[in-house]
């Protein structure tokens, strides 16, 4: 069975579609790429599926239960996360302290978890580490630099110990070898058990890293199957290059 | 240090200033401390929804002023009234209500003014409760627009309602002795004892001297309370919720929920400092329950103090407060709240971390300055 | 039921003018928040302002009221400029708008307020014109002149705006600032600028709101407050960003304001607006035309 199942979503802005019947199934365990063109709808898939924003129709579910009118709070709880295309740290506090937060909200708010004191300062650590901004914990992210941000919003999202990651284009405006690390990171996050999907514009990242590969324009899937059989298909092409 | 051993030294701190007040044998330093200790619970519950939480309350005037119109129309609710309320009823209903809920309101009322307190708290945080759970789920600016209009409406009904004198006003007596508790007595007999003699003045407390007492634990509740959250979980979200509301929801922080704790503990404490109010001021109309001072005031205090810590509202309160008696008394009541006016403007403009970030600048570039050498 | 057909057309007719009113009371924050995104709830206060200055020039030279608040239209315009300007620098570009610009503005609220009682005292103010006074009788129907006037007055001005938003280029640029930066600096347009003018004509407005308020009642200093629950549910009522749905949410409150005071008391006319903005919240926040 599923993890994550969307069937049938729609967005509305106004008189603007922004998503149209959008099926998206995922697997426990998989790598998925979602890509397609600025204005897409990539953004606001992610944010009706984790509940920030509120989809028309169609129906989400999560974990074998449906997930929809759930607010975003109870949707991480029960194990999405995601991350932000613009880093939002909560600024007034230090590094560590903000993988705390969804230690305290998230993880413990399951039943069944209850982190310690010194579990938390453990846990949070060791995502430091995993980020390398260990040696940053006591700093405020006004001090970090943007990489260093892109690193503290993911590490906040797997703070909250998900089963689901949704990474929103973290790796814009990166360098190479910057590029190479996050995937190396998300590979590892995978490989310990967490579904990502990816979302990005940098075509590296996304062939290294997905076993399946999601296709968005317009607001409507126009592709979803094995990355390097989507990337040949003609529809796929011209959404790119006709840009 | 623990919100334990802040609740022990706040109350010490407390007793020493009310000792220190007494050794000066004029009661014009309780009426005026009075204000400032009001302000001071004020400006600490408008901070735990503005400062911690970040949402805006325009309104704080409407539940001071519940919390002094519950203490006014329960203080009217006279055994008398009661009875003429109940010998309105048809016979064979009153006798019944009489056998049974007279002796109990023989015994409740008058009520004494730390049960007005509490009742006044719970109303006024019911209210704030209400307005948050139609407000919040919106943005701030909604909120903040919400609790404005809140004032504008609450002083309508009262205007409206001639129980509690609507807008001619009510006059709130006194009574003769101090309706203190036994237990409270018996306590300050015993404490009297053990005081050496300058301290333990004979003079008995007098009934604003009682009050100011009064607003006293009402400081230390606020304090202890404003700064116990900051150390908490609590504290947490909260401050996740002013700084992103958004990334909080995603990481797991009920924000909702947590914003109606914050409104409502704010409205409560807003409402325990306006209940004693009549009794201290003895005549009260609508117009000063609900005026001008308490809104800005509100705001003002913590934004000049600091928002940040439970430091700042009282600093803010302190200072804010005693420019005003000062000016009050030797200009005039309107001059009073035009400087607090521009103070507020300019601080927010200049200034946005308050008299608290201020005083770490200076902190933080000594220690660089030392540190370089 | 026992109520007169007099009454009750008199009692619609009174809201009607009284709401359109209320929309050049309210048009100006429907620029500033609705459009901008600016919450000024020092905005009565600058109608205030302007009804003093109606007051002052209406009772040393004699000047009707509207004549002088179109004459104080730019000075109004230069003060929103500057204002807008300060709110930028200190708060905009800082990224705090909502606590301390929302306290900034209170700020500015209250000094406002405080300076007009110092200057002027409470009493109340008025001014003289042929039209206070007379009614324009129709039937049944009483048109009260001092009413009917700033109505049309209200219609004009809005009328004037909604022209200016959807046919000049400054204009219809204000209208997209509010839904794409981006696309305006690339047209060539600073926001800011855009942003500036927009606050500027927006505080303009409050010249005129303010000489036909004082048309309409006496005004002292603190009339201002009762005016900003009306403001917003106004705002709120009709869509944020909706220059029509303001001038219906206006009349709307209008004629609630004018039924209740009629039937059951002036005295609880404020109450309605409230009412009016806390149910539209809970039930439709997008307001009856809202984006």
Redesign the interface.
């Known amino acids: 069975m599923a993890l994550l199942e969307v069937q049938g979503l729609s967005k509305r802005f106004g008189g603007f579609v922004a998503l149209d019947g959008i099926d998206l199934a995922v697997a426990e365990g998989e790598r998925i790429g979602l890509i397609g063109p600025n204005g897409s709808g990539k953004s606001t898939l992610v944010n009706c599926i984790c509940g920030t924003l509120v989809n028309e129709t169609g129906t989400v579910h999560f974990d074998g239960a449906a997930v929809d009118g759930l607010l975003t709070h109870e949707r991480t709880r029960r194990g999405m996360a995601r991350s932000f295309q613009l880093p939002r740290p909560f600024v007034t506090l230090t590094v560590a302290e903000n993988l705390r937060v969804p230690m305290l909200y998230a993880v413990n708010a399951r039943p069944g978890t209850k982190l310690t004191d010194a579990e938390i300062d453990a846990r949070c650590a060791e995502l430091l580490s995993l980020v390398a901004l260990g040696d940053k914990a006591e700093q405020h992210p006004r001090d970090l630099t943007q990489v260093e941000m892109r690193k503290l919003e993911l590490a906040r999202a797997m703070a909250a110990g998900p089963k689901l990651l949704i990474a929103d284009e973290s790796m814009a405006g990166l360098s190479q070898s910057e590029v190479d690390d996050i995937v190396n990171l998300l590979i590892a996050l995978n490989e310990r058990g967490i579904t990502i999907i990816m979302i990005e514009h940098i075509m590296r990242a996304v062939m290294k890293f997905s076993q399946r590969l999601v296709v968005l324009v317009s607001g409507k899937k126009i592709a979803d199957g094995k990355p390097d059989v989507v990337i040949r298909d003609p529809e796929v092409e011209k959404a790119y290059l006709g840009q | 240090m623990q919100t334990r051993v802040f609740l022990l030294i706040a109350i010490v701190a407390a007793a020493a200033v009310f000792f220190a007040a007494r050794l000066i044998s004029n009661d014009y330093v309780f009426f005026a401390g009075y204000t400032v200790l009001q302000f001071v619970v004020l400006a600490t519950a408008w901070n735990i929804l503005g400062g911690y939480t970040g949402y805006v309350n325009f309104g704080s005037a409407a539940f001071f002023a519940l919390g002094a119109y519950s203490t006014v129309a329960l203080h009217k609710f006279s055994p008398q009234v009661y009875r003429r309320w109940v010998d309105d009823m048809p016979d064979w209903f009153s006798s019944s209500v009489h056998s049974v809920i007279d002796p109990v309101v023989q015994a409740l009322f008058p009520l004494s003014i730390p049960t007005l307190i509490v009742i006044g708290g719970i109303i006024s945080a019911i209210v704030g409760l209400g307005t948050g759970y139609l407000t919040l789920r919106l943005r701030g600016a909604f909120f903040a627009i919400a609790t404005l209009a809140l004032a504008v409406v609450l002083q309508t009904f009262i205007v409206n309602w001639d129980y509690v004198g609507g807008s001619r006003g009510a006059y709130i007596i006194r009574p003769n002795e101090l309706e203190v508790e036994p237990w409270l007595l018996s306590t300050w007999t015993a404490v009297k004892g053990l005081l050496p003699a300058w301290l333990a003045s004979t003079t008995p407390i007098s009934y604003i001297q009682y009050l100011f007492l009064l607003m006293l634990v009402l400081v230390v509740i606020a304090l202890t309370v404003a700064r116990g959250i900051e150390r908490s979980q609590l504290g947490y979200g909260f401050a996740t919720i002013r700084d992103d509301e958004l990334a909080a929801e995603a990481s797991g922080v009920p924000t909702l929920k947590l914003k109606l704790i914050a409104t409502t503990l704010s409205g409560a404490l807003m409402g325990m400092a306006g209940a004693p109010f009549p009794y201290y001021i003895g005549y009260l109309q609508p117009s000063s329950a609900f005026g001008l001072e308490y809104a800005v005031n509100s705001i003002a205090m913590p934004m000049i103090g600091g928002t940040t810590s439970w430091a700042g509202p009282l600093i803010g309160a302190i200072l804010l407060g005693s420019l005003q008696q000062y000016v009050t008394v030797t200009i005039s009541s309107s001059v009073n709240v035009l400087i607090v006016g521009l103070l507020l403007i300019v601080f927010v403009i200049i200034a946005p971390s308050g008299i608290i970030g201020l005083v770490q600048g200076w902190l933080r570039r000594a220690q660089a300055g030392q540190g370089g050498k | 039921m026992g109520v007169s057909f007099d009454l009750l057309i008199n009692a619609l007719i009174a809201g009607i003018l009284l709401g359109g009113f209320y929309a050049a009371v309210t048009i100006g924050v429907s620029i500033s ?1 609705g459009i901008l995104d600016i ?1 000024n ?1 020092a905005h009565p206060a600058f109608i205030i302002l302007g009804s003093y200055i109606a007051y002052i020039v209406n009772a040393r030279l004699g000047l009707d009221p509207i004549l002088t608040s179109i004459v104080m239209l730019p000075v109004f315009y230069v003060l929103g400029a500057g204002i807008y300007q ?1 709110y930028y620098e ?1 708060f905009e570009k ?1 990224g ?1 708008e ?3 610009g ?3 503005f ?3 609220l ?2 406002t ?3 007009l ?2 200057v002027f005292g409470v009493d109340y103010r008025y001014v003289e014109a042929w039209y206070i006074g007379p009614s324009w009788h129709l039937g049944v129907m009483d048109f009260p002149l001092r009413m009917l006037v700033p109505c049309l007055a209200a219609l004009a001005l809005f009328g004037a705006l909604q022209l200016f938003l959807s046919t000049t280029f400054i204009g219809r640029a204000i209208s997209a600032v509010a839904q794409d930066q981006l696309a305006l600096q690339l047209m060539g347009a600073s926001p800011t600028r855009i942003k500036r003018i927009a606050f500027g004509i927006s505080i303009a407005t409050t010249a005129v709101a303010g000489a036909l308020l004082i048309i309409i009642q006496p005004v002292e200093p603190s009339v201002g ?2 005016y ?2 009306r403001v ?2 106004i705002c ?1 009522l009709g869509g944020l960003g909706s220059l029509p749905g303001t001038v219906i949410g206006a009349m709307l409150l209008g004629i609630l304001e004018s039924f209740t005071s009629t039937f059951y ?1 002036p ?2 006319a ?2 309605v ?3 009016v ?2 149910l539209t ?2 039930f439709r ?1 997008a307001g009856l035309f809202g ?1």
């Open positions: 928040f919450v709830i300060v200190a800082r705090q909502s606590l301390r929302l306290s900034f209170f700020g500015l209250f000094v307020e405080v300076m009682i110092l407050r009762e900003i629950g917003f549910a709120v008391g005295s609880w404020p109450a607006a409230f009412g903005l806390l919240l809970a926040p984006r």
